[in-house]
Nanobody, 123 residues
Framework: QVQLVESGGGLVQAGGSLSLSCAAS????????IGWYRQAPGKQRELVAV???????NYGDSVKGRFSISRDNARNTGYLQMNDLKPEDTAIYYC?????????????????WGQGTQVSVSS
């Protein structure tokens, strides 16, 4: 199995910046996609940003130009840099990583989620 551990987040004033990280552990063979999602109280979970293995990135309309997704392949870690934060960015942020894991010639798909980290932006 592949486990994800998120770090970062916290409380920041509007206009500030925060950085989230998501480290995957296990017998990972390849990472296909890294995604960040968020869920605010009373709202559905929404896509924030996703990055595929080829390097293409897609962002939710509300964060375009402010957030940036990246990855460190050597460390099996994804990042989300959040700039010019707004109160409406307040939510629990979750990372999602999909790929393949295994050893001894056996490869299996995985689709893992992080534990979530709180991001709060004050006005």
């Amino acid at each position: 199995q592949v486990q994800l551990v998120e770090s970062g987040g916290g409380l920041v004033q509007a206009g500030g910046s925060l950085s989230l990280s998501c480290a995957a552990s296990g017998k990972i063979l390849a990472i296909v996609t890294i995604g960040w999602y968020r869920q605010a109280p009373g709202k559905q979970r929404e896509l924030v940003a996703v990055m595929v293995s080829g390097g293409n990135r897609n962002y939710g309309d509300s964060v375009k130009g402010r957030f940036s997704i990246s990855r460190d392949n050597a460390r099996n870690t994804g990042y989300l840099q959040m700039n010019d934060l707004k109160p409406e960015d307040t939510a629990i942020y979750y990372c999602n990583i999909r790929g393949y894991y295994g050893d001894n010639g056996i490869s299996k798909q995985f689709d893992s989620w992080g534990q979530g980290t709180q991001v709060s932006v004050s006005s």
